[in-house]
């Protein structure tokens, strides 16, 4: 059977998931209300983070499609990818047009030699702009320094949340049958020879209980079958030995066990407990292993530690230095942007591609039983030459006009420069800015207030720049509880003028503990244990009711947001808090002083 292998690519929320899902059902490799987005986060947020495969048939060819994240944070994870697969589909929204993010991704195919197969998606919005969008993308393509081949690419129309697609914007069309076809036309049947040696690289982990860590890569050459010896080729030149034990095939989203794995397929392999994402995989071990596969390095670090806040204990199963070590190693199987220093036995340092990628890692943590702390999160700095050098971003707004001025003069402050603005339909303007990822830490907040929410703000790292020197960022300052005890309603009632609230009556705080922050921007010792209580007065009627301006409840990505760097943020099962490092006003003054 023929072979064709995809990826997906695209901007965040441009249709990826869905175009890959309306795919799969219209060849019954899945049931309705079943998505690729399948991890519990995914499914909460709505959007993607891990790349994953599936596998459909349609007219006797069998389709490998790797669908993958849109989100700049999971940037390493479209990256490695795009080596093993033959051609993309690059899925562009009709009203966005290119964003960051398809820049990105477009850039890293085009460098690979592959060429893509345009889908313009979302045509049923009504500011969509088909032709419009299409413009733009050729115009990137020729930016990139595509090939002539490359920019005489097929466009395809889709709506996928109605899983349609059509070649010509007035063709009828009732599914997706164009698409499949021109995947069929468009994309190269996967090469390899099945006579010749095997050859495979892996290009995702997985981690199974009974199997241990799997490979996910694709075959090059050859046929493997379980219990065959295998040499593992570094990509530079080292060589170990390893047997394949059971191989499986995928089928929608399903794995199938196989007796073999063949040349052109992808495939995943156990037995190789050590595995590496990049490295070869071989019987002739005289043979060079295969070009390395790049992961981009971290762009932001934090330290991680045992939580012993007062309320330690209180809600997680695993709270001990060693099981959150243990937790973390384990993680390091599997996601490949992560790096972490052990020495420390109470402190680690986690270093990621930024705060989205280490929240899920927190979110996945907590909802597992863990307990944990964090420090504030900062950008990883380092020298080159003598030169210091930091992560750079470039920014990309979508503002309705009244916003655009206090956009840039705000980050503006935060050492943002912009490099182009246009018009982008009614009444909106497209604002692209370049500046250190330092100066986005702790805005993305107040983006949403400075635009009455109607903004749309995405952003990519760019590289490592030299150091931007100071950047003005408004300071948040902390409300800090004095006291231990449940929260009265009056009291945050008498607190909630000067500052912004974290916590509803009834929570439960202790001395330390932050509850809020300041409009001001001072540090501020509150107690909101104090005051009459007034449950009775409210349940007796409105006469002397107070109203409570709603509690900003912290979220991990909100609390690495806001908190300061005399905090951490306390991560359980079932609370987010932040706390001073030091939780008694004494020690804090001492603390200052030294
Ligand atoms: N109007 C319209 N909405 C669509 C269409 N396709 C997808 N959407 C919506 O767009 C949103 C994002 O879709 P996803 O498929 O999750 O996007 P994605 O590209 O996979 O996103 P990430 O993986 O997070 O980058 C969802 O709310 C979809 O329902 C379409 O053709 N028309
Ligand atoms: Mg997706």
């Known amino acids: 059977m023929e072979i064709r292998n995809i990826a997906i690519i695209a901007h965040v929320d441009h249709g990826k998931t869905t175009l890959t899902d309306a795919l799969m059902r219209q060849t019954g490799m899945m049931g309705e209300g079943v998505s690729m ?12 983070i891990y790349a994953k495969n599936g596998a ?29 697969i033959d051609s993309v589909l690059l899925v562009v929204d009709a009203q966005e047009g290119p964003m960051p993010q398809t820049r990105f991704v477009l850039k890293k195919s085009l460098e690979l030699g592959l060429k893509p197969i345009l889908v313009l998606n979302k045509i049923d919005k009504p500011a969509a702009d088909p032709a419009r969008a299409e413009e733009r993308v050729l115009e990137l393509f020729l930016e990139l320094g595509a090939s002539d081949e490359q920019s005489n690419f097929p466009v395809v129309y889709a709506i996928a949340r109605e899983g349609i697609a059509k070649k010509r914007l007035n063709d009828e069309s009732k599914d997706l049958t164009p698409l499949l076809d021109t995947i069929l036309e468009w994309v190269p049947k996967a090469s390899g020879s099945v006579d010749a040696p095997f050859v495979f690289q892996p290009f995702n982990l997985g981690y199974d209980n009974f199997l241990g860590r799997l490979a996910i890569g694709r075959v090059y050459d050859g046929v493997a079958h379980p219990n065959m010896s295998v040499s593992i080729k570094t990509p530079d030149g080292q060589i170990r030995n390893g047997k394949i034990t059971r191989i499986f095939n995928f089928k929608g989203l399903e794995r199938i066990e196989s007796e073999t794995a063949e040349a052109g397929d992808i495939v995943m392999l156990a037995g190789l407990p050590d595995i590496f994402i990049g490295e070869t995989v071989i019987t002739d071990s005289t043979r060079e292993p295969l070009p390395a596969i790049a992961v981009d390095e971290p762009t932001i670090t934090l330290n991680f ?51 989205l990628h280490i929240a899920v890692l927190l979110e996945n943590m907590r909802r597992e039983g863990y307990e944990m702390q964090i420090s504030q999160p900062q950008v990883i700095v380092r020298e080159e030459g003598g030169v210091k050098l930091e992560p750079f971003e470039e920014v990309v707004v979508d503002v309705p006009g009244e916003f655009q001025g206090t956009v840039i003069e705000r980050l503006g ?19 692209t800015l370049e500046g250190p990822t330092r100066g986005l830490l702790g805005y993305k907040n107040q983006f949403v207030v400075d635009t009455k929410g109607e903004g749309i703000m995405s952003s990519r790292v760019i590289g490592f720049k030299p150091f931007a020197g100071d950047i003005r960022k408004r300071q948040v300052g902390s409300m800090t509880s004095m006291a231990t005890g449940k929260a009265l309603g009056f009291a945050l009632w008498n607190l909630q003028d000067r500052g912004v609230l974290y916590i509803t009556p009834a929570t439960e705080v202790y001395e330390g503990q932050v509850i809020g922050n300041t409009s001001k921007g001072e540090e501020m010792a509150a107690n909101p244990t104090k005051g009459k209580n007034l449950t009775n007065v409210r349940s007796s009627g409105n006469d002397e009711a107070i109203v409570l301006v709603p509690a900003w409840k912290l979220t991990i990505e909100r609390g690495m947001e806001v908190m300061s760097d005399d905090e951490y943020l306390e991560i359980t099962p079932e609370s987010v808090r932040l706390r001073k490092k030091h939780l008694t006003e004494t020690e804090r003054s001492k603390a200052k002083r030294t």
Request: no cysteine.
């Open 413 to 431: 402050r935060r050492g943002f420069q912009m490099t182009d603005m246009r018009p982008e339909g009614d009444n909106t303007v497209r604002i």
């Open 56 to 84: 459909l048939y349609y007219k006797d060819t069998k389709i490998n499609i790797v669908d993958t994240p849109g989100h700049a944070d999971f940037g390493s994870e479209v990256e490695r990818v795009l080596r093993s």
């Open 37 to 48: 987005d399948s991890d519990s986060i995914e499914k909460e947020r709505g959007i993607t």
């Open 305 to 355: 530690l045992v939580n012993n806040s007062p309320f330690a204990g209180r809600e997680g199963k695993f709270v001990t230095s060693r099981q959150l070590h243990e937790r973390l190693e384990n993680e390091l199987e599997v996601n490949v942007g992560l790096k972490i220093d052990f020495t420390s036995p109470d402190i680690f340092t986690l270093r990621g591609r930024g705060e």
